[in-house]
């Protein structure tokens, strides 16, 4: 079994800052993929950023420049920096995690419950 938990979602004013973390646990052999997604009410799941087990990272146009993903192999931890915050970034944000459990089984991707993220006056 392979747990996910997200942390650090809240109510932030437009221009404000907020950091977001992830903690993966359970029976885990490697990891390949950690990122986060978003979903606004009435819109689709979409990528935020991620990183591969080698640091390389990939953000949405939308976040870069303002949105910073980071991780702790090591920790199994993943955190996503969120500064000049807008009401558009106002959403659910999941953490989204591809491993493997054995040497011997595929990657599959696992989710957390999802933190909420509010950008408001």
């Known amino acids: 079994q392979v747990q996910v938990v997200e942390s650090g979602g809240g109510l932030v004013q437009p221009g404000g800052s907020l950091r977001l973390s992830c903690v993966v646990s359970?029976?885990?052999?490697?990891?390949?993929?950690m990122g986060w997604y978003r979903q606004a009410p009435g819109k689709q799941r979409e990528l935020v950023a991620q990183?591969?087990?080698?640091?390389?990272?990939n953000y949405a146009d939308s976040v870069k420049g303002r949105f910073t993903i980071s991780s702790d192999n090591a920790r199994k931890t993943v955190s996503l920096e969120m500064n000049s915050l807008k009401p558009e970034d106002t959403a659910v944000y999941y953490c989204?995690?591809?491993?493997?459990?054995?040497?011997?089984?595929?990657?599959?991707?696992?989710w957390g419950q999802g933190t909420q993220v509010s950008v408001s006056s």
């Open positions: 990183i591969t087990s080698g640091g390389r990272t």
């Open positions: 359970g029976s885990i052999f490697s990891i390949y993929l």
């Open positions: 989204n995690v591809i491993l493997k459990a054995s040497q011997e089984a595929p990657n599959y991707t696992h």
